[in-house]
């Protein structure tokens, strides 16, 4: 009976990574097809579409635009959420709770509210800067998952380490850099790589705030499949599939990604 239950839950394993992974696979083969339209499976093999994706101005430059745009929303987000962690774990004042709640409410609200209510925030401040109102907006979006990793290693943390490093002389700043930073490194990361990759693949929020000088891939993408059917959009597709599946490589190579994410 044990060994038809475990040979169950195996199967049930695999078929719930075949649901999750043949999509992904049918867009990689898809993106190999010659013909004008995508057709699966492909009528004839090609790297056309590749050339197709890569020379347009569109989706090169919505792809830097998300780059840029990740990274530094990643950047402005987490020294905010390491700092607003450290105020609510550590702290002892009334109102944290509350203070939680309002930087994890992005959690909760829609994207496309949250995007319509920064455009009428910066409109009604005067802030016409496309650019400037991307970064503030996917800020915002990836504030909490930075609070919350940050926030969830503190709680563990054992809060002796910091008492003694004070009790043989360390200031608060010393143990800021070499007791608890160190120990944080792995929820940062997480915090970071989440924040990055959210960012880039965000589309309520970038819809409301970009504009067509200033357009994010994903919003790029949609745009083009609104007039265009063709292979592009899946060698596209697949060129980030794949350029994920690397970065996943080099993370796990150099640093761990069970490390990294808390396991």
Not at 111 to 125: N, P
Not at 169 to 181: E, K, P, T, Y
Not at 207 to 234: K, V
């Amino acid at each position: 009976m044990n060994r038809l239950l475990s040979l169950g839950m195996r199967v049930l394993t695999v078929l719930l990574y075949v649901f999750l992974l043949a999509p992904l696979a049918m867009v990689v083969v898809v993106s190999f097809n010659g013909g004008p339209v995508p057709s699966f499976p492909p009528t004839d093999l090609s790297l056309h579409w590749y050339g197709e994706a890569l020379a347009s101005d569109n989706f090169m430059g919505g792809l830097l635009t998300s780059l840029w745009l990740a990274a530094a929303a990643t950047l402005v987000a987490l020294p905010v959420g390491v700092a607003a962690a450290f105020a609510i774990a550590r702290g002892r004042w009334p109102g944290r709770t509350l203070v939680e709640s309002l930087f994890l409410s992005p959690l909760i609200v829609p994207g496309i509210v949250i995007g319509i209510a920064v455009l009428v925030a910066m409109a009604g401040l005067g802030i016409g800067n496309a650019p400037l109102r991307l970064l503030l907006g996917h800020a915002l979006i990836v504030l909490p998952y930075t609070l919350r990793t940050v926030l969830a290693a503190l709680t563990r943390m054992d809060p002796t380490l910091e008492e003694a490093g004070i009790v043989f002389g360390a200031s608060r700043s010393q143990v800021l850099r070499h007791i608890l930073l160190p120990q944080l490194r792995g929820a940062i990361a997480a915090g970071a790589i989440l924040s990055f990759i959210l960012s880039f693949d965000d589309v309520s929020v970038s819809l409301f705030l970009g504009s067509a000088q200033h357009t994010t891939l994903p919003i790029a993408i949609m745009s083009y499949m609104q007039y265009n059917f063709d292979p592009s959009i899946a060698a596209i597709s697949a060129m980030l599939i794949l350029a994920t599946l690397a970065i996943a490589l080099v993370v796990e190579r150099v640093f761990g990604l069970k490390k990294i994410l808390g396991s």
